[in-house]
């Protein structure tokens, strides 16, 4: 038996902290693995491309997590009622696909301890995964999103959806930037007075952005709130796609204390 390969597929890639927080894992736990970054131009070729490195597990990023979920043979019940898949291992020729994000989501939040109503900001495709996961585990969460065309989906699923304009505020435990607002640039996640009147009941807010204070993150701060932002997200989802490519042989607190390394280097 020769080294496990690993890599993670997206466009772009090279950004990516997966390698570093998986090979550390690797290392500090003595499993023979080895994780790389391969940038996939083309979703349709995912498989093949799986196969032709002869991988034994990938996670997936952007944009291609739809093309991920159509390339498993096998699919976990909840990234198929989800429709996105970030983790895929091969046995026997066969691929299975995993959804991570929205598990290591619910485990952030769940760190706040006594929550019951939450408010995301953002409908996009992240917002679908950790909306569905919060409300299996009995969470409130009304989805408030600039444009209405992504609201669709959410509102034909039961979730209390609005726009901007149609918005009639509540009192909401957590507040959660789930856009790409702050990522490459200044922008609030939605106009100022509107953040400025469910920010201050909040107990804490959250940012799925890591590496980087947000004008959100700056906003809810300047009300005193408790913040978050997207590391821990992306921390506990690696763990568990981790747990996924060495099937279950070392527990979570074991890989975490290795894996957590990345973010402090
Ligand atoms: P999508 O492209 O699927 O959705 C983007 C969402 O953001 C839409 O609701 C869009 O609204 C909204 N949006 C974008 N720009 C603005 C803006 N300037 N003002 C208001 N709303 C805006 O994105 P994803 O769901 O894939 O990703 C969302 C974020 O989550 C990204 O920042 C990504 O980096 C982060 N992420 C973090 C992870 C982690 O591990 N920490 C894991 C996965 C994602 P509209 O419909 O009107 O266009």
């Known amino acids: 038996m020769g080294t496990d390969l690993f890599a993670i597929f997206g466009n772009p890639v090279s950004h990516s902290k997966s390698p570093l927080m998986h090979n550390l894992a690797f290392k500090g736990l003595g499993y023979d693995g080895c994780y790389n970054r391969y940038r996939l131009e083309d979703g349709s070729k ?16 952007v944009p291609h997590k739809e093309h991920a979920y159509a390339a498993c043979d096998e699919l976990d019940p909840f990234a198929k009622k989800v429709g996105a898949v970030n983790t895929i291992i091969e046995k026997e020729r066969k691929l299975y696909g995993y959804n991570t994000d929205a598990p290591g989501f619910l485990k952030t939040i769940s760190e706040f301890g006594d929550v019951k109503t939450v408010l995301f900001l953002g409908a996009g495709g ?48 957590l507040v959660i930037n789930m856009t ?86």
Do not use: W
């Not at 569905?132 to 669709?152: F, H, K, M």
């Open 126 to 173: 992240t917002a679908q995964s950790t909306s569905a996961i919060l409300r299996d585990e009995g969470y409130d969460v009304t989805i408030l999103n600039r444009s209405a065309g992504r609201l669709e989906k959410f509102a034909q699923n039961g979730f209390t959806t609005a726009t901007f304009e149609t918005f009639i505020p509540e009192t909401y435990d």
């Open 46 to 61: 995912l498989k093949e491309t799986f196969f032709a490195l002869k991988l034994k597990g990938i996670n997936i990023t």
């Open 180 to 265: 790409s607002a702050g990522l490459e640039d200044d922008d609030l996640p939605a106009p100022e007075a509107l953040l400025n009147t469910v920010i201050p009941p909040a107990q804490a807010c959250v940012d799925v952005i890591y590496g980087k204070k947000t004008p959100f993150l700056k906003l809810a701060q300047s009300h005193g709130k408790p913040t978050k932002d997207g590391s821990d997200m992306l921390l506990y989802q690696g763990i568990i796609a981790f747990e996924h490519f060495t099937e279950h042989r070392y527990t979570f607190d074991a890989i975490k204390s290795y894996m957590q390394k990345a973010f402090i280097l």
